[in-house]
């Protein structure tokens, strides 16, 4: 009990080396998040920290163990190769191209016809139908790309979509929130590069500027685009806030309509997951308990429910360590047991690599001598093997 209460333990930054894990978040200067749990340290940030001046971090955390470094280049092909993944990826980055010729119309002001929103919608839902693995995969990884603001829209969509589905939301609301999803943050456009992509700390004045943009996006869904008002209101009221503290109407609660409220859960969890100018992306089981630690401040809890029944506490597509050694892939997450998915096994506790991803299935709610001793980010270590 009282060690829960200790404060948190500084740590020199001359003592930080790159590849540094801490099982709990590192921070600077308080609050300030350095990095989450089980991300590593960067040689960047620590340049970075020594640059500002700054020579101490805090953390409540220990140390972790690295991984053996023999696997880490078997560890990265096994975990980028499932079968069908460069389809999907092409197709998704089809849909990418797609959306940015419209969100360029947006920019520059010209006539976007809802029916080509809606054409590029239904072929979103029917890859999600048809790969939902290696969808949620790409969104996970970050592999669909780099141009942030295009795959955060396809992302949200595709998870609140997935929400929706586990809600039984008849077709023709699942369809709006799709597109609700998609184009939530369209108002971003009509806000200068200059301030949306800013990685300093933000003026008053570019705050309330940012702070406008459901209201954009609000006009544009219903008077430019002329889709229905639920679909701009889902936009306009996604950053709003369970407990009232969100914008642009400081509303609460239910009067925020469910539909934003989806939208609300899957926008936070994707920006976690996906690369940042101002930090590094966390893991989904990091996002995930995140997510969990919100105690009905920002999200509807009941929503939130949902999210952990769709996507499981380690997200399907989820790299994991298990106590045996092994390294694998969650390929199906178990709603009874969300500690206990089904896992592909791409190294075995030898060390050896399971190649064209061919190795056994596990099912951990059946197999009680093994479990998830920890999550791993593929991108972390593959960052690591380019410095190597």
């Not at 790159?18 to 089980?38: Q, S, T, W």
């Not at 700054?54 to 163990?65: A, D, F, L, N, R």
Request: with cysteine; hydrophobic share 40%.
């Amino acid at each position: 009990m009282a060690e829960s209460k200790m404060a948190p333990r500084q740590i020199k930054v001359s003592d930080l080396k790159a590849g540094l894990r801490f099982d709990k978040p590192v921070y600077v200067e308080g609050d300030n998040l350095l990095v989450p749990e089980n991300i590593e340290i960067k040689q960047k940030d620590i340049d970075r920290l020594t640059k500002w001046g700054i020579s101490h971090v805090t953390t409540e955390g220990k140390p972790m163990k690295e991984l053996p470094s023999a696997n880490k280049n078997a560890f990265l092909q096994q975990a980028f190769s499932a079968p069908g993944r460069q389809e999907v990826m092409l197709a998704y980055g089809g849909l990418a191209g797609e959306l940015q010729q419209v969100f360029t119309a947006v920019q520059n002001k010209e006539l976007v016809k809802s029916v080509d929103v809606d054409d590029l919608v239904d072929r979103l839902l029917k890859l999600l139908n048809e790969r939902q693995s290696e969808v949620v995969e790409l969104i996970l990884y970050g592999l669909q790309g780099e141009s942030g603001f295009i795959e955060n829209a396809l992302n949200c969509a595709v998870l609140a979509t997935l929400v929706g589905q586990n809600l039984n939301m008849v077709q023709h609301k699942l369809l709006q929130l799709a597109s609700g999803a998609l184009l939530h943050d369209v108002g971003m456009l009509r806000i200068p590069a200059s301030v949306r992509s800013k990685q300093g700390e933000l003026t008053p004045d570019e705050i309330q500027a940012i702070r406008a943009h459901p209201v954009y996006s609000y006009r544009i869904i219903t008077r430019e685009m002329k889709f229905a008002e639920e679909i701009g209101v889902a936009a306009l009221q996604h950053q709003e806030r369970w407990d009232g503290a969100g914008y642009p109407r400081q509303i609460s609660g239910t009067n925020i309509i469910p539909a934003a409220r989806i939208i609300a859960v899957a926008d936070a969890f994707e920006a976690m997951v996906s690369k940042r100018p101002y930090r590094n992306s966390m893991i989904g089981y990091t996002a995930m308990r995140t997510i969990l630690s919100d105690n009905a401040r920002r999200f509807d809890p009941d929503i939130i429910k949902v999210f952990i029944r769709t996507m499981g506490i380690y997200p399907m597509g989820s790299v994991v360590l298990l106590n045996n050694a092994s390294i694998g892939r969650v390929v199906d997450v178990n709603n009874a047991a969300p500690l206990r998915p089904r896992v592909k096994i791409m190294i075995d506790p030898n060390g050896r690599e399971h190649p064209k991803d061919g190795g056994e299935i596990i099912d951990l709610a059946l197999d009680k001598n093994l479990f998830i001793a920890r999550a791993v980010d593929p991108k972390e270590l593959a960052e690591n093997n380019k410095g190597s």
